[in-house]
């Protein structure tokens, strides 16, 4: 069964500071995968995704994600943070393309000035 | 465009009682997916249907759950009699077919007294 794990519940971070935000998952069969970013009382909206094609995958807002089969992992990166970033960061997996989508618990990121 | 509506965006009642949760997709989208997200579990997909059909229901939560999608443009996600433990926030997303991102609404609060 594919999983989906987010290391961190929280993660701070000062204004201008890298942002890494780390996802390891499990899955069967190559993978899709997916980061989304919640706004407070907003839905998902989708940052990036992996669909077998580069491993270096680039995002809205300046974040990218790498994509590491041998380290199982798919970490969301920014060089500088900013205010506007802080948010609930979800990374997801899915073995069945873009349908049925498994989420991880979620990371909150805070940015400080 | 519009995004997925969903309405209410804030539910309050008390347990026993029927709620009815509702969403129109985006127009021209041929996939909808409903979703639950709560502290202890996460986002959990419940439903999704492909083309007004439901394709997988293998996450509702037992038979007080029930979704339909009488049409392309509206679903709703039915939980008779409630109970205090599905107090969450529902999503609902919609893609333009199975091989696309999905998108989600804003989501309704529910909670049960």
């Known amino acids: 069964a594919q999983s989906v794990t987010q290391l961190g519940s929280h993660v701070s971070v000062s204004e201008g500071a890298l942002v890494l935000l780390r996802c390891n998952y499990s899955?069967?069969?190559?993978?899709?995968l997916f980061w989304y970013v919640q706004y407070p009382n907003q839905g998902l909206q989708l940052l990036l995704k992996y669909t077998s094609a580069a491993t270096l995958v680039k995002g809205i807002n300046g974040f990218e994600a790498e994509f590491k089969k041998s380290e199982t992992s798919f970490h969301l990166t920014k060089p500088s943070a900013h205010m506007s970033d802080a948010a609930e960061y979800f990374c997801a997996v899915s073995d069945q393309g873009f349908q049925k989508l498994v989420f991880g618990t979620g990371t909150r990121l805070l940015v400080s000035p | 465009d519009a995004g997925v509506i969903q309405s209410p965006r804030h539910e309050v009642t008390e347990m026993g009682q029927e709620v009815t949760l509702r969403c129109k997709p985006i127009?021209?989208?041929?996939?909808l997916f409903w979703y639950r997200q709560t502290m202890m579990r996460g986002l959990e997909l419940l439903i999704y249907?492909?083309?007004?059909?439901?394709?997988?229901d293998s996450g509702m939560p037992e038979d007080r759950f029930s979704a339909k999608m009488p049409n392309a443009s509206f679903s709703t996600l039915k939980i008779q009699p409630s109970e205090p433990r599905d107090s969450a926030v529902y999503f609902c997303?919609?893609?333009?077919?199975?091989?696309?991102?999905?998108?989600f609404g804003p989501g309704t609060r529910l909670t049960v007294l």
């Open positions: 997303a919609s893609s333009p077919d199975r091989t696309d991102t999905q998108y």
């Open positions: 127009s021209g989208h041929n996939s």
């Open positions: 899955s069967s069969v190559p993978p899709y």
């Open positions: 249907f492909n083309n007004n059909v439901p394709i997988d």
